[in-house]
Protein backbone atom coordinates (compact mmCIF):
# COMPACT_ATOMS: atom_id res chain seq x y z
CA UNK A 1 0.00 0.00 0.00
CA UNK A 2 0.92 3.64 -1.25
CA UNK A 3 2.30 5.21 2.05
CA UNK A 4 1.70 8.59 0.96
CA UNK A 5 -1.83 10.14 1.17
CA UNK A 6 -2.62 13.11 -1.19
CA UNK A 7 -5.07 15.50 0.80
CA UNK A 8 -7.11 16.46 -2.53
CA UNK A 9 -6.11 17.02 -5.99
CA UNK A 10 -2.54 18.09 -6.89
CA UNK A 11 -2.17 21.62 -6.00
CA UNK A 12 -0.99 24.15 -8.82
CA UNK A 13 2.26 25.65 -7.23
CA UNK A 14 4.72 28.20 -8.68
CA UNK A 15 8.43 26.76 -9.08
CA UNK A 16 7.88 25.26 -5.31
CA UNK A 17 11.46 24.74 -2.77
CA UNK A 18 10.61 22.12 -0.44
CA UNK A 19 11.35 22.85 3.13
CA UNK A 20 12.03 19.78 5.34
CA UNK A 21 12.68 19.35 9.07
CA UNK A 22 12.55 16.32 11.28
CA UNK A 23 12.09 15.95 14.74
CA UNK A 24 14.82 13.54 16.75
CA UNK A 25 18.43 13.41 15.72
CA UNK A 26 18.91 16.43 13.26
CA UNK A 27 17.20 18.58 15.52
CA UNK A 28 18.89 19.83 18.69
CA UNK A 29 17.01 22.18 21.11
CA UNK A 30 14.04 21.93 18.47
CA UNK A 31 15.34 24.35 16.70
CA UNK A 32 14.75 23.59 12.85
CA UNK A 33 10.99 22.25 13.41
CA UNK A 34 10.35 25.45 15.28
CA UNK A 35 11.70 27.57 12.55
CA UNK A 36 9.50 25.16 10.14
CA UNK A 37 6.36 25.95 12.27
CA UNK A 38 6.67 29.75 12.12
CA UNK A 39 7.15 30.10 8.41
CA UNK A 40 3.53 27.40 8.58
CA UNK A 41 1.63 29.74 10.56
CA UNK A 42 3.10 33.02 8.62
CA UNK A 43 1.98 31.82 5.46
CA UNK A 44 -1.32 29.88 6.22
CA UNK A 45 0.40 26.81 5.01
CA UNK A 46 -2.53 24.56 3.87
CA UNK A 47 -2.54 19.80 4.69
CA UNK A 48 -1.83 18.58 1.30
CA UNK A 49 -0.47 15.24 2.22
CA UNK A 50 0.56 12.46 4.82
CA UNK A 51 2.88 10.17 5.21
CA UNK A 52 1.46 7.04 7.05
CA UNK A 53 3.83 6.69 9.81
CA UNK A 54 2.89 2.41 10.03
CA UNK A 55 5.52 1.69 8.13
CA UNK A 56 8.61 3.78 9.22
CA UNK A 57 8.07 4.03 12.79
CA UNK A 58 8.92 1.41 16.24
CA UNK A 59 6.23 2.88 18.57
CA UNK A 60 7.91 1.17 21.41
CA UNK A 61 10.44 3.44 20.40
CA UNK A 62 8.51 6.32 18.97
CA UNK A 63 5.54 6.41 20.82
CA UNK A 64 2.46 7.86 19.99
CA UNK A 65 0.81 10.04 22.78
CA UNK A 66 -3.13 10.32 23.75
CA UNK A 67 -4.96 13.53 24.10
CA UNK A 68 -7.87 14.91 25.05
CA UNK A 69 -10.80 16.31 23.07
CA UNK A 70 -13.71 18.51 24.77
CA UNK A 71 -12.52 17.11 27.98
CA UNK A 72 -13.83 13.72 27.10
CA UNK A 73 -12.91 11.95 23.78
CA UNK A 74 -9.53 10.23 24.17
CA UNK A 75 -7.56 10.76 20.80
CA UNK A 76 -4.26 8.74 19.62
CA UNK A 77 -1.21 11.14 18.20
CA UNK A 78 0.81 9.25 15.84
CA UNK A 79 4.69 10.18 14.76
CA UNK A 80 3.70 12.84 11.57
CA UNK A 81 5.46 13.44 8.09
CA UNK A 82 2.75 16.08 6.53
CA UNK A 83 3.44 18.26 3.56
CA UNK A 84 2.11 21.57 3.89
CA UNK A 85 1.83 23.42 0.46
CA UNK A 86 2.47 27.92 1.21
CA UNK A 87 1.17 29.92 -1.30
CA UNK A 88 2.88 32.89 -1.48
CA UNK A 89 1.67 35.48 -3.99
CA UNK A 90 4.23 38.03 -3.33
CA UNK A 91 7.01 36.42 -4.53
CA UNK A 92 8.20 34.41 -7.62
CA UNK A 93 7.75 30.98 -5.91
CA UNK A 94 5.83 28.43 -3.53
CA UNK A 95 7.18 26.66 -0.58
CA UNK A 96 6.15 23.17 0.33
CA UNK A 97 7.01 22.06 4.10
CA UNK A 98 7.55 19.10 4.77
CA UNK A 99 6.76 18.89 8.86
CA UNK A 100 8.40 15.20 10.02
CA UNK A 101 9.65 13.22 12.67
CA UNK A 102 12.82 10.99 11.87
CA UNK A 103 11.93 7.14 11.00
CA UNK A 104 13.49 4.46 12.76
CA UNK A 105 13.05 1.99 9.87
CA UNK A 106 12.73 1.52 5.75
CA UNK A 107 14.84 5.04 5.32
CA UNK A 108 15.34 4.31 1.84
CA UNK A 109 11.95 4.20 1.02
CA UNK A 110 10.80 6.79 3.00
CA UNK A 111 13.36 9.21 1.31
CA UNK A 112 11.97 7.55 -1.88
CA UNK A 113 8.78 8.65 -1.33
CA UNK A 114 9.67 12.47 -0.49
CA UNK A 115 11.08 12.16 -3.77
CA UNK A 116 7.75 11.23 -5.48
CA UNK A 117 6.02 13.93 -3.93
CA UNK A 118 8.75 16.47 -4.57
CA UNK A 119 8.53 15.47 -8.00
CA UNK A 120 4.95 15.22 -8.41
CA UNK A 121 4.46 18.78 -7.09
CA UNK A 122 6.96 20.32 -9.30
CA UNK A 123 10.10 21.11 -6.85
CA UNK A 124 12.39 22.78 -8.22
CA UNK A 125 14.86 22.75 -5.43
CA UNK A 126 15.03 20.98 -1.37
CA UNK A 127 16.00 22.58 1.37
CA UNK A 128 16.57 20.86 4.96
CA UNK A 129 16.77 22.21 8.13
CA UNK A 130 18.86 20.58 11.11
CA UNK A 131 20.29 21.50 14.24
CA UNK A 132 23.38 20.22 15.83
CA UNK A 133 25.17 20.81 19.39
CA UNK A 134 28.14 22.43 19.66
CA UNK A 135 30.77 24.65 21.62
CA UNK A 136 29.44 28.55 20.77
CA UNK A 137 27.79 31.10 23.46
CA UNK A 138 24.24 32.00 23.48
CA UNK A 139 25.37 35.31 23.84
CA UNK A 140 26.61 35.61 20.03
CA UNK A 141 25.16 35.46 16.98
CA UNK A 142 24.03 31.82 15.92
CA UNK A 143 26.53 29.80 13.54
CA UNK A 144 24.37 29.12 9.88
CA UNK A 145 26.14 26.62 7.79
CA UNK A 146 24.72 25.83 4.43
CA UNK A 147 25.73 23.17 2.45
CA UNK A 148 24.84 22.31 -0.94
CA UNK A 149 24.53 19.10 -3.38
CA UNK A 150 26.60 20.75 -6.76
CA UNK A 151 29.29 23.28 -7.45
CA UNK A 152 26.36 25.08 -9.30
CA UNK A 153 24.58 25.60 -6.32
CA UNK A 154 26.93 25.95 -4.05
CA UNK A 155 28.46 29.05 -5.77
CA UNK A 156 24.63 30.29 -7.39
CA UNK A 157 23.55 30.07 -3.21
CA UNK A 158 26.79 30.96 -2.02
CA UNK A 159 26.92 27.99 0.30
CA UNK A 160 29.54 25.48 0.78
CA UNK A 161 30.35 22.17 -0.24
CA UNK A 162 30.72 19.97 2.52
CA UNK A 163 33.28 17.60 2.80
CA UNK A 164 31.91 15.74 6.25
CA UNK A 165 31.90 11.74 6.09
CA UNK A 166 30.03 9.78 9.24
CA UNK A 167 27.16 9.03 10.37
CA UNK A 168 24.07 10.86 8.91
CA UNK A 169 20.25 11.16 9.48
CA UNK A 170 17.72 11.16 7.78
CA UNK A 171 18.38 14.89 5.94
CA UNK A 172 21.49 12.65 4.64
CA UNK A 173 19.40 9.79 3.38
CA UNK A 174 17.10 12.56 1.91
CA UNK A 175 19.78 14.47 0.13
CA UNK A 176 21.13 11.53 -1.21
CA UNK A 177 17.71 10.38 -2.79
CA UNK A 178 17.32 13.77 -4.18
CA UNK A 179 20.92 13.47 -5.81
CA UNK A 180 19.68 10.35 -7.84
CA UNK A 181 16.23 11.84 -8.51
CA UNK A 182 18.08 14.66 -10.28
CA UNK A 183 16.93 16.98 -7.76
CA UNK A 184 18.94 20.04 -6.76
CA UNK A 185 19.51 20.15 -2.84
CA UNK A 186 20.13 22.42 0.23
CA UNK A 187 21.38 22.23 4.25
CA UNK A 188 21.56 24.59 6.73
CA UNK A 189 22.66 23.99 10.01
CA UNK A 190 22.63 25.99 13.26
CA UNK A 191 24.62 25.14 16.12
CA UNK A 192 23.36 25.86 19.66
CA UNK A 193 25.05 25.76 22.43
CA UNK A 194 25.79 22.27 24.25
CA UNK A 195 25.25 23.66 27.87
CA UNK A 196 21.52 24.82 27.34
CA UNK A 197 20.75 21.86 24.36
CA UNK A 198 18.20 20.57 26.72
CA UNK A 199 15.79 23.49 25.97
CA UNK A 200 14.22 24.76 23.32
CA UNK A 201 16.22 27.55 21.23
CA UNK A 202 14.48 29.74 19.21
CA UNK A 203 17.63 32.02 18.65
CA UNK A 204 18.46 29.15 16.85
CA UNK A 205 14.94 28.99 14.84
CA UNK A 206 14.90 32.54 14.31
CA UNK A 207 18.82 32.56 12.69
CA UNK A 208 17.66 29.08 10.40
CA UNK A 209 14.46 31.62 8.89
CA UNK A 210 16.36 34.18 8.20
CA UNK A 211 19.10 32.19 6.41
CA UNK A 212 16.04 30.04 4.25
CA UNK A 213 14.40 33.90 3.81
CA UNK A 214 17.90 34.67 2.17
CA UNK A 215 17.97 31.47 -0.29
CA UNK A 216 14.58 31.29 -1.31
CA UNK A 217 13.06 35.45 -1.36
CA UNK A 218 10.83 34.14 0.77
CA UNK A 219 10.00 36.91 3.53
CA UNK A 220 8.37 35.65 6.38
CA UNK A 221 6.43 37.26 9.58
CA UNK A 222 8.55 36.08 13.14
CA UNK A 223 7.56 38.49 15.66
CA UNK A 224 6.35 35.77 17.71
CA UNK A 225 9.80 34.30 17.44
CA UNK A 226 11.51 37.25 17.80
CA UNK A 227 9.71 37.90 21.36
CA UNK A 228 10.41 34.45 22.22
CA UNK A 229 14.13 35.16 21.45
CA UNK A 230 14.67 37.80 23.74
CA UNK A 231 12.97 36.04 26.48
CA UNK A 232 15.20 32.96 25.95
CA UNK A 233 18.57 35.15 25.93
CA UNK A 234 17.03 37.12 28.97
CA UNK A 235 16.56 33.87 30.82
CA UNK A 236 19.57 31.91 29.80
CA UNK A 237 21.87 35.26 30.83
CA UNK A 238 20.47 35.27 33.95
CA UNK A 239 20.73 31.17 34.38
CA UNK A 240 23.85 31.28 33.70
CA UNK A 241 24.58 34.11 35.63
CA UNK A 242 23.59 32.65 38.85
CA UNK A 243 25.94 29.95 38.14
CA UNK A 244 29.75 31.20 38.78
CA UNK A 245 31.08 28.01 36.94
CA UNK A 246 28.86 28.10 34.01
CA UNK A 247 29.22 31.56 33.53
CA UNK A 248 33.18 31.10 33.76
CA UNK A 249 32.41 28.50 30.85
CA UNK A 250 30.06 30.73 28.88
CA UNK A 251 33.15 33.46 29.05
CA UNK A 252 35.55 30.89 27.78
CA UNK A 253 33.52 29.93 25.23
CA UNK A 254 32.59 33.18 24.02
CA UNK A 255 36.00 34.26 23.50
CA UNK A 256 36.98 31.55 21.94
CA UNK A 257 34.67 32.42 19.24
CA UNK A 258 35.42 35.60 19.13
CA UNK A 259 39.21 34.89 18.41
CA UNK A 260 38.56 32.61 15.86
CA UNK A 261 36.19 34.72 13.65
CA UNK A 262 38.84 37.59 14.07
CA UNK A 263 41.40 35.00 13.05
CA UNK A 264 39.04 34.14 10.13
CA UNK A 265 38.41 37.33 8.84
CA UNK A 266 34.76 36.01 8.79
CA UNK A 267 31.21 36.68 10.29
CA UNK A 268 30.50 33.45 10.89
CA UNK A 269 32.77 30.34 11.87
CA UNK A 270 33.38 28.75 8.62
CA UNK A 271 31.90 24.84 7.23
CA UNK A 272 34.86 23.29 8.67
CA UNK A 273 34.65 24.42 12.10
CA UNK A 274 31.21 23.96 12.38
CA UNK A 275 31.86 20.22 10.56
CA UNK A 276 34.41 19.79 13.21
CA UNK A 277 31.93 20.22 15.98
CA UNK A 278 29.42 18.28 14.30
CA UNK A 279 31.61 15.73 13.94
CA UNK A 280 32.20 15.68 17.58
CA UNK A 281 28.85 15.99 18.65
CA UNK A 282 28.04 12.22 16.20
CA UNK A 283 31.09 10.37 17.91
CA UNK A 284 29.76 11.17 21.73
CA UNK A 285 26.55 9.77 20.16
CA UNK A 286 27.70 7.18 19.08
CA UNK A 287 29.26 6.31 22.21
CA UNK A 288 26.01 7.22 24.23
CA UNK A 289 26.55 10.15 25.39
Not at 1 to 6: F, G
Not at 71 to 79: A, D, K, L
Amino acid sequence: MDSLTWEGDLPHLRSPVLVCAFRGWNDAAAAASTALGAIADSLDGELIARIDPEEYFDFQANRPTITMEDGETRRIEWPENNLIAARVPTADRDLVLLDGTEPNLRWRTFAETIATAADALGVELVITLGALIAEVSHTLPVPITGLASSQSLVEELELERSNYEGPTGITGVVHDLCRQAGIDSASLWAAVPHYVAAVPNPKAALALLRRLEGLTGIAVDAAELEEETGDYEEQIGRAVAANPEIEELVARIEAEQVDLLSAEGEELPSADAIAREFQRFLRQRGNGG
